[in-house]
């Protein structure tokens, strides 16, 4: 049974940092594109940041550019989360997910993960 389950999550004030985890059970996603996902309370998911297993290709969302930085520890089939320059409006609950293609290219959509963590949120204080 394959399991992701994030941490890291917090409340913070503006310009602050949080790193949020990803561990992967179950099945090794070191092939496969990882993503990050986030839900604000009455908004629809989504798409923060993703990579595909060697990094070589790196996507992110406008708003987050320059300040998140995704990566992975694929020796714990981990994927990682690092945000700075926290801002209220990434107020949100993050979501990790994993792909089972091997796209090179990760993908933005949501429908491409099959594969999900229950969620960890994050609160960003003005």
């Known amino acids: 049974q394959v399991q992701l389950v994030e941490s890291g999550g917090g409340l913070v004030q503006a310009g602050d940092s949080l790193r949020l985890s990803c561990v992967v059970s179950?099945?090794?996603?070191?092939?496969?594109?990882m993503a990050w996902f986030r839900q604000a309370p009455g908004k629809e998911r989504e798409f923060v940041a993703a990579?595909?297993?060697?990094?070589?290709?790196?996507r992110y969302t406008d708003s987050v550019r320059g300040r998140f930085t995704i990566s992975r520890d694929s020796a714990k089939n981990t994927v990682l989360l690092q945000m700075n320059s926290l801002k209220a409006e990434d107020t949100a609950v993050y979501y990790c997910?994993?792909?089972?293609?091997?796209?090179?290219?990760?993908?933005?959509?949501?429908?491409?993960?099959?594969?999900w963590g229950q969620g960890t949120q994050v609160t960003v204080s003005s």
């Open positions: 997910a994993a792909d089972t293609t091997r796209n090179i290219v990760p993908a933005r959509s949501s429908t491409a993960y099959p594969y």
């Open positions: 179950g099945r090794t996603f070191n092939t496969y594109p």
């Open positions: 990579n595909n297993w060697s990094g070589s290709s790196t």
